[in-house]
């Protein structure tokens, strides 16, 4: 059973990017190793045979630029502050302020809305959200208010009798 080493991936990567090193040619003799190129790492600039091989007399790393963060030029479009106060208004008025702030929703959403159109910043998802939002709530009330009465009305048309009414 004979083992002959074949190199993997990774090796033949590195031997073939080895191989193709930007810069001068390599001589066909290369020095003898300079101080500080035994090391072993991919920052060399040429290998052979897994020995290292020195650069040209001269020649030097070309440097490369350290990348710049830098803030967009242009963020992009806002978002409309009445969109997001209906919104807001929308929520309170279905949790807190039960009508009220739906009411606000509703018609700070419609205001949001012409103003999205003409200015074209962001928004137009939330106003239209804190509309159904509030349209919602709105029906909500007045349906629960519709049945409540009508289930008072009834309880007191069958306990009329009984207590003289």
Known sequence: MSA????????AGQQAAAQHVPGPPMPAQAP???QGWGQVGPTHVGWQHGAPVAPPQGWQRPQQAAPRWSS???P???????AVLAIIASATGTTVLLGLGSIAGIVLGAIALGRIRRSGEDGRLLAIWAIALGGAT??????????GVSLFTRLIEQLGPTLGV
């Open 4 to 11: 002959s080493w074949q190199p993997g991936p990774q090796e």
């Open 32 to 34: 003898p190793p300079q």
């Open 72 to 74: 967009p030029t242009h």
């Open 76 to 82: 992009g479009p806002r978002t409309d502050l009445l």
């Open 138 to 147: 709105i029906v909500g009330i007045v349906s629960m208010a519709v049945t």
